[in-house]
C-alpha cells in the first residue's frame, strides 16, 4: 500500500505527537534498547538536540503525525562529520503502509543537502517489518552485535546497517 501522507520538517508543535510514537515504539519492544517510556521534557530536549543537520520530519496524514524520522550524530569525532545515524518511528496503525518510505526518502534528501555521504542505522535482527524498509530502500547490512542491549532481562543482538548517499 502506498503512502498518502505529507513529509514535512517537524515543528515544535509536533512534540506531543512525536513523544506518543516513540513511546509506542519502546513499548512494542521492536525498535530500541530504551525500555521506559519517555515524558515531554525528555523530548523536548531531544527535539532541541535536532536542529539544523540533525533534523527531524515528520509525516502527516489527515492532520495526525503518524511518524517521523531524524538525523542523530553518529560520532562526535570530526572523521565521520559525514555519516549521521537514523531513527524512524511510525505509529502502530500505519506501519505498512509506506509511511517508513515516504520519510526514509525525504530524510536521505534532507542528508545529502545537509552534506552528508553516508547513514548508519542500528535494527533488531528479528524486526522485520523493520529490516524489510531498509533493504528495499537500498540499505545493506553490515554485521551484528552479539548481545549488545538488554531488555527484560533478555539479552538482544543489535544489527548494523548503512546505505551510501
Known amino acids: ?6 513529509i514535512r520538517e ?6 506531543a505527537n512525536i513523544l506518543r510514537i516513540y513511546n509506542q515504539g519502546i513499548e512494542d519492544r521492536i525498535a530500541t534498547l530504551e525500555t ?5 521534557a525528555y523530548m523536548e530536549a531531544w527535539f532541541r538536540e535536532h536542529q539544523g543537520r540533525y ?3 515528520v509525516a502527516e496524514k489527515d492532520n ?7 538525523l542523530n550524530p553518529y560520532s562526535h569525532r570530526c572523521a565521520y562529520n ?10 502502530r496503525e500505519s506501519r505498512g503502509q509506506g509511511v517508513g518510505s515516504s520519510l526514509l526518502q525525504a530524510l536521505e534528501h534532507t542528508a545529502k543537502a545537509s552534506a552528508f555521504y553516508k547513514i548508519v542505522l542500528f535494527t533488531f535482527p528479528f524486526n522485520q517489518m523493520g529490516q524489510g524498509l531498509y533493504r528495499k530502500m ?17 539479552p538482544i543482538d543489535v ?3 548503512e546505505k551510501m548517499l
Not at 500500500?1 to 505529507?6: C, N, R, Y
Not at 537500498?138 to 542491549?149: A, C, N, S
Open 1 to 6: 500500500m502506498e503512502s498518502t501522507a505529507t
Open 10 to 15: 517537524a515543528a515544535s508543535e509536533d512534540i
Open 36 to 40: 521506559d517510556t519517555k515524558d515531554m
Open 55 to 57: 533534523n527531524v520530519l
Open 64 to 70: 495526525t503525525v503518524v511518524g517521523w524520522a531524524a
Open 82 to 91: 559525514g555519516v549521521a545515524d537514523l531513527s524512524i518511528y511510525i505509529e
Open 138 to 154: 537500498g540499505y545493506r547490512e553490515v554485521g551484528v552485535f552479539e548481545k549488545q542491549g538488554v531488555i527484560d532481562n533478555q
Open 159 to 161: 544489527m548494523i546497517m
